[in-house]
């Protein structure tokens, strides 16, 4: 009979709490270890796509989802910085189903640490050491506390503590773009439209629009060059006017929106190369802490949805004393996909930047995109875990 392993995360971000999730689902004995002292997110918006959702729904948080979402339809769109209309945006997997939903980023982490049973997470824990051997692996906590596991997983970000422990440390790329992002509350906005995700694409910047909360926010950002390169805080205050400068002449509707800007952020855009591995015996890595990537296809925490699904898929059919061949078997399922993920994204940076200046090849690479994004939300993760 199958022994279940033990499982401890460390890191109670989007990808930590998805996996944890998943694992209950699974019937996988999990503790979620948080260095924060409670759980939480900034005030900004999440693009969750049908690749993540069909899980979110196969654990049964659909409806949670659909609840404190807001879903974007077909009327969304490509702009010209001007305004003129490009070409529609993907919002449908190949068999048409749309599942494509705004969210805010504190709402979503509340709904998945809500389905969790209670005991599960440990806030306050903030790792600092990591030890393994032939049975089991420890992770010692700056608090003092150690917990001990047949698995770890490193969900702790792009600044991973313990991803030198898998693969010696580098630094991350920064890509000479900062944003400026927020939220408006739609009572400000009341004729904007909260069935849509807009994008208008300039020389050089472009600037992103998508509903969150059940459509009762607005969620903008800004995306322009800079020669400043600031540590990936994603708090750091921003000031409106620069912001308003920045897009001044694009499109009127881009000035309503920044018109009702009083507080923003700054947050300077980085990713890492593609790691040529995740896992170290008992350790694997999982969401940021493997694959930081930049975010023009919004898909940083669709993605580490899919890296707790199929993680949670493989260790439901493995055996406590097969756990490394296990790792391995979830990283070489994972790791090329997300690989393509993190390159795509950074093409489709330098052309929503118009990076090219060659507005017509742009225009009909914008249209042409939709190909693409079809093909990323049809990805299903699970049967091929089955599989593996
Ligand atoms: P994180 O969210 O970084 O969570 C890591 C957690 O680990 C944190 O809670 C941290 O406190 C904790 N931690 C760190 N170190 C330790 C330690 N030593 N011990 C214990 N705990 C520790 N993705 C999308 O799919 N769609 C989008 O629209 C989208 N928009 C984005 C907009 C912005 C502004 C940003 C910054 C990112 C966006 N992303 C988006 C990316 C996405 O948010 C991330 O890829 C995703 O949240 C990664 O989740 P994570 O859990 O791996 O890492």
């Not at 900034?42 to 969750?48: D, E």
């Not at 692996?137 to 503590?161: L, M, Y």
């Not at 630094?171 to 906005?189: A, C, D, M, N, W």
């Not at 790792?327 to 393509?340: D, H, P, T």
Request: glycine share 10%.
């Amino acid at each position: 009979m199958t022994t279940r392993p033990r499982v401890v995360i460390v890191g109670g971000g989007i990808g930590g709490l998805f996996a944890a999730n998943a694992l209950v689902a699974h019937g996988i004995p999990v503790a979620v270890y948080e260095q924060a002292a409670e759980l939480g997110e900034v005030g900004a918006g999440v693009y969750i796509t049908p690749n993540a959702v069909r899980h979110l729904e196969r654990i049964g948080l659909g409806p949670a989802v659909a609840k404190w979402g807001a879903r974007v339809g077909a009327a969304s769109s490509y702009f010209r910085h001007d305004g003129t209309r490009i070409a529609p945006v993907q919002v449908t997997d190949a068999k048409g189903w749309n599942a494509c939903f705004g969210m805010h980023r504190a709402d979503f982490v509340q709904l998945l640490a809500a389905k969790l049973p209670a005991g599960v997470v440990h806030t306050g824990h903030r790792a600092v050491a990591f030890e393994q051997d032939a049975d089991r692996a420890r992770v010692t906590f700056a608090n003092g506390a150690t917990a001990e596991a047949e698995v770890v997983v490193a969900a702790d970000g792009i600044h991973s503590e313990l991803r030198p422990h898998v693969f010696p440390p580098s630094k991350p790329v920064f890509h000479g773009t900062i944003s400026y992002r927020g939220l408006i509350p739609r009572e400000r906005l009341p004729h904007w439209p909260t069935d849509r995700w807009e994008m208008w694409a300039g020389p050089s910047k472009h600037f992103l629009v998508f509903p969150v909360r059940h459509g009762t926010m607005v969620n903008y950002v800004g995306f322009m060059p800079t020669d400043e390169e600031m540590k990936e805080s994603w708090s750091a205050p921003g000031d409106p006017e620069v912001l308003r400068r920045e897009f001044e002449g694009w499109d009127s509707r881009i000035g309503e929106v920044l018109a009702q800007v009083d507080k923003t952020f700054r947050w300077a855009l980085y990713d890492r190369e593609p790691l040529p591995g995740w896992t170290r015996g008992r350790l694997t890595l999982l969401g940021d802490a493997a694959h930081p990537m930049l975010p023009h296809l919004g898909q940083g925490a669709n993605q580490s949805i899919e890296d707790g699904m199929a993680l949670a898929t493989i260790l439901s059919q493995t055996d406590a004393a097969a756990i490394p061949a296990a790792l391995l078997a979830y990283e070489g399922l994972r790791r090329e996909r997300v690989a393509q993920v993190q390159l795509g994204a950074r093409k489709h940076g330098l052309r929503v930047d118009s990076a090219s200046g060659d507005l017509a090849t742009r225009d009909a690479e914008l249209a042409a995109h939709a190909e693409f994004r079809k093909q990323l939300y049809s990805y299903d993760v699970v049967p091929l875990a089955r599989l593996t």
